[in-house]
């Protein structure tokens, strides 16, 4: 049916196609395992941490691992996190004001003076510890997050949670692009209103079909 | 979009490290209660403090805004875990260059107060003054500007 060039020709164009629809699936989920977060890249949807960011902009996340022994796997004040409420969709980008990390360290017999000795004060260097240290990936932290542009911090943003914890966090904050998150607020707009409206749409399409026609 | 994978990466090349002065008055406490759990005692922690630090060198063509903040760090035990807190009591948003300049003495902006409800166990605590760099485009980079060299009491006032 197809003769013998055709056959090739289409097999080609559908392995163009198919390759130019995976690759930017595989793109994203290469970034995802690089990053260690599940969306690396995310769009901004409210005005709370503006002056710095507004409705569209891009953000790019990582999300360390613990076991990595790298020091900024260990959330920070300062840090701004995307997490996730569960049973609540919509991810929150806001910044950690308060950080409570919790060591499961044997306290030293002879530090009745208090365990400031033990370690030194900055929570950067509380991840270079070494053999005082238990391993990382039991790491606890209690966070508390606030919105630049928001008078008050996130704790009713919680859903009856005191505090945030490492399993809540998405990714950190690590750059930033303006504007371009627009494209993807409007399609998802744009699909919102296709799909409530499907009448309208496969009028418009009759329509115009109709016209081309003539 | 070479050019602003450019531009980004060329966050790397400012490397300005302004420092400042930071002065803390003892941290005075007192026996309050929370909004959320009014029953519970809450011990909250009063921190007055002085600033001053040049800021200027970190705005550059790229810097949007910077966002400082100053923070409390101080240890604490839970049965056998030890717990290191660090606690934002005080932040301020700068846009401009001119604004960069900071001198200003004030209370903490935020509740500081310890998750065990008291700071008795609590011998001292470090503050320090840091800085987020939020480009137009580009990687956010932080700093720190200033750093208590000695750390700052706890103080209970009398109280009824």
Not at chain 1, 30 to 49: H, R
Not at chain 1, 126 to 154: C, E, F, H, I, Y
Not at chain 1, 189 to 194: G, K, P, T, W
Not at chain 2, 22 to 43: C, D, M, W
């Amino acid at each position: 049916m197809f003769g013998k060039l055709g056959l090739r020709v289409f097999l080609l164009q559908a392995m163009t196609i198919s390759s130019s629809l995976a690759s930017p699936f595989m793109i994203w989920k290469g970034l995802s395992l690089v990053t260690n977060t599940e969306s690396p890249v995310v769009v901004v949807l409210s005005g709370s941490m503006e002056p710095a960011f507004y409705r569209g902009d891009i953000l790019f996340l990582t999300n360390p691992r613990p076991e990595s022994e790298e020091p900024q796997s260990l959330y920070k004040t300062g840090d701004i996190l995307v997490y996730k409420i569960p049973g609540k969709d919509i991810p929150i980008v806001h910044r950690v004001i308060e950080a409570h990390d919790f060591y499961s360290e044997i306290v030293p017999s002879d530090a009745d003076e208090g365990v400031a000795e033990s370690t030194s004060d900055t929570a950067q260097d509380a991840g270079r510890g070494g053999s005082q240290r238990s391993p990382r990936s039991d790491l606890k932290q209690l966070m508390l997050t606030k919105g630049d542009n928001n008078p008050v911090d996130d704790l009713g943003l919680y859903d009856g949670l005191d505090w945030l914890e490492r399993r809540h966090i998405v990714g950190r904050v690590r750059g930033y692009l303006p504007y371009v998150g627009y494209i993807s607020i409007f399609l998802n707009e744009a699909r919102q209103l296709l799909l409530s409206r499907p009448g309208a749409f496969s009028l418009k399409h009759i329509l115009y079909s109709k016209w081309r026609a003539s | 979009m070479a050019l602003l994978a450019c531009i980004a990466l060329s966050s790397f090349l400012f490397t300005a490290d302004p420092k400042g002065n930071l002065s803390i008055s003892p941290v005075r406490v007192f026996p309050s209660k929370t909004n959320r759990y009014p029953r519970r005692k809450q011990e909250m922690g009063f921190v007055n403090f002085n600033i001053s630090a040049d800021l200027t060198s970190l705005f550059h063509w790229k810097t949007k805004q910077l966002f400082l903040y100053l923070e409390a760090e101080y240890q604490n035990t839970q049965g056998i875990l030890c717990v290191n807190n660090t606690v934002v009591v005080w932040d301020r948003i700068v846009r401009r260059k001119e604004d960069a300049v900071i001198n200003f003495a004030g209370k903490n902006k935020y509740a500081f107060r310890e998750i065990s409800s008291s700071f008795k166990k609590v011998p001292s605590s470090h503050y320090s003054l840091k800085y987020n760099v939020m480009p137009y485009v580009g990687v956010l980079t932080y700093g720190e500007a200033a750093r208590t060299a000695e750390a700052v009491d706890f103080v209970w006032e009398e109280h009824v």
